[in-house]
């Protein structure tokens, strides 16, 4: 028995003949990103897409997981995290674990968040004192 790890490549069922496969360019196009930003995710491992000669060939599989970063990245989520939460997806428990750890992940950001709001909040009535400070001391100050 090998306890050799498989490598990702190695992970993808065999492909069905019947199948809807994808470009890396209708692929791009279709989450509105570019070859660059895929490849790049390929290259970090959050991808992986099968290989036919020097094409890479999408499955539903690979725009499931990019929907997954893309998601994570606009709710300000490193790609560590991201990739953590991906490949909770792949592990025995799936999707239950993956969720767990999600809400977990989503309790933090939206704390991070509200904190900001706070500050932000903070910031503006700060500003709004001093402008009217400077816009009272103007009026003192009179036409001159």
Do not use: N
Not at 21 to 36: D, K, L, M, P, S
Not at 47 to 65: K, N
Not at 103 to 132: S, V
């Amino acid at each position: 028995m090998s306890t050799s790890t498989p490598e990702r490549t190695s992970e993808r069922a065999p492909a069905r003949t019947d199948e809807r496969t994808w470009t890396i360019a209708e692929v791009a196009e279709e989450f509105g990103v570019t070859h660059r930003t895929v490849r790049h995710y390929e290259s970090l491992g959050l991808l992986s897409p099968e290989r036919r000669g020097t094409q890479r060939v999408y499955h539903r599989r690979d725009r499931t997981r990019l929907s997954l970063i893309l998601r994570g990245k606009r709710l300000g989520f490193p790609l560590e995290e991201i990739r953590t939460i991906i490949d909770l997806y792949d592990a025995p428990r799936g999707r239950r674990s993956q969720l767990e750890y999600v809400l977990g992940q989503i309790d933090d950001r939206r704390a991070d968040l509200e904190q900001r709001r706070a500050d932000l909040d903070e910031a503006l009535a700060e500003l709004d004192r001093f402008g009217t400070r400077c816009r009272e001391d103007l009026g003192r100050l009179g036409g001159s």
